[in-house]
């Protein structure tokens, strides 16, 4: 008859390790699925002000391009 009573005293230690565990890893998978997006974000926000600093001739190219219309072509060279 003891040996019922240690087996449902040792199933309790389980249960509540189990759950620890179970809420240890949504913790982590919780922080992983956030940590990712704001990364990439940081990453996305970063990476044109550099480009962009590195490549004024686009900038004119872009303007240029804008400003004349399709049917009136400026002539480039002087």
Not at 61 to 71: D, E, F, N, T, V
């Amino acid at each position: 008859m003891g040996a019922p009573g240690l087996e449902g005293r040792g199933r309790r230690p389980q249960g509540k390790g189990c759950l620890l565990l179970a809420v240890a890893g949504a913790t982590s998978l919780v922080t992983l699925l956030l940590a990712v997006p704001i990364t990439v974000l940081a990453v996305l926000a970063l990476v044109p002000q550099e480009q962009g600093e590195l490549s004024p001739r686009r900038r004119q190219r872009r303007r240029q391009k804008q400003i004349s219309a399709p049917g009136s072509q400026l002539p480039t060279s002087l």
